[in-house]
């Protein structure tokens, strides 16, 4: 797919700026705050809805306006289309496609497709399960936007058991039971759905990324990607998930009228990376974990490739100048021109002259 145009409008530190894309490579290059990673973020948003540094809507509108729009128009093999969303401070974000506006996100999703590498994904080793699961999630939206509905779906139900759970922290446990039963099938039902897809998307993604990490790390390390739900149980019958995770529930029965929270399902998931059986987090140097994300990003383009048929683009925003040249050229090596890619630079000097004279490249100063 190939982004050919985008249009901003009191996007962050953006007033009215549109951009054409001239190369399958564009580089964005420009001083500290001048807007470099808002113009990546406006694509992240338009592909998933999300965006790595979870604002909300109204940080996203330029100050002092009341609405932000972010314009593109996209090519793919079934032709092209004009997406927009447009966020307000006071109310609903809404979507367009070709000036039509769309009811449902899930439409919106899979339309655009991108990978964002930045230098928060460090985080994704570094840092706790919540990271992972919300990286799991927007991969998945992403190969099956049925699935930001069925996320939907299992946060509404857990948001109105744990309320449950909260209004009925003094009542006797007995008479409770029978009426959390309800809840309890609900939250089994929408959160199998939930456990099943992303195991799924991992079992594809793990042989991707461990094949990514022995290639760029040039040695016989191990790299593993498990799916590590909180029910006990792993086993993959969707009848077998249902009943561990309703055992697990009446197992934690107490706890969670003391707590006043629901303390099992797919809110609570590990996703476990561990190089030759040792946890990433615990392994290595920062080198040796940027090379674990690298592995991962590229994982999640080739897999949203084989998925959409169709290359996604790339988002590089600053992860250039901290890889060594070895796993720079790795990275550029594989872009090459498959995958469209926009990289965010304060300085040209980390390219070799052939990626420059190949690439497009923009200066960006505060907003324009
Ligand atoms: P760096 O090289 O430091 O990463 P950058 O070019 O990527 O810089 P951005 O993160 O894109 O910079 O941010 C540019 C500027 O946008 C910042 O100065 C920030 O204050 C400003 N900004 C962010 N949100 C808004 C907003 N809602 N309204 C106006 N300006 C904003
Ligand atoms: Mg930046």
Known sequence: MYLK??????????QDQKVEFAAAKTILVGNNAQGKSNLLEAVELLATLRSHRMGRDRDLVKEGESTAQINATLERFSG??????????????????????????????????AVEFSSLDLELVRGGPDGRRNWLDTLLIQLEPVYAHLLHQYHQVLRQRNAFLKRHLEAPAKSLQSELAIWDAQLVTAGTRVIRRRDRAIQRLAPIAAAWHASISGSTEVLEIKYAPN????????????QAFLGKIQQRFIAELNQGTTLV???RDEIELSINQTPARQY????QQRTLVLALKLAELQLIEEVVKEPPLLLLDDVLAELDPYRQ????????DRFQTLITTTHLGSFDSQWLKSSQILFVKAGE
């Open 5 to 14: 145009t985008l249009h901003l409008r009191q996007f962050r530190n953006y």
């Open 80 to 113: 092209v289309s004009e997406l927009t969303l447009t966020l307000r401070r006071q109310s609903r974000r809404s979507v367009a496609i070709n000036g039509e506006t769309v009811r449902r996100q899930m439409d919106f999703l899979g339309i655009l497709n």
């Open 231 to 242: 029910i006990s149980g792993e086993e993959n019958q969707p009848g077998e998930i249902e």
């Open 265 to 267: 399902g797919p809110h």
């Open 284 to 287: 290595g140097s920062q080198g």
């Open 329 to 336: 050229n790795q990275l550029l090596d594989t872009i090459q």
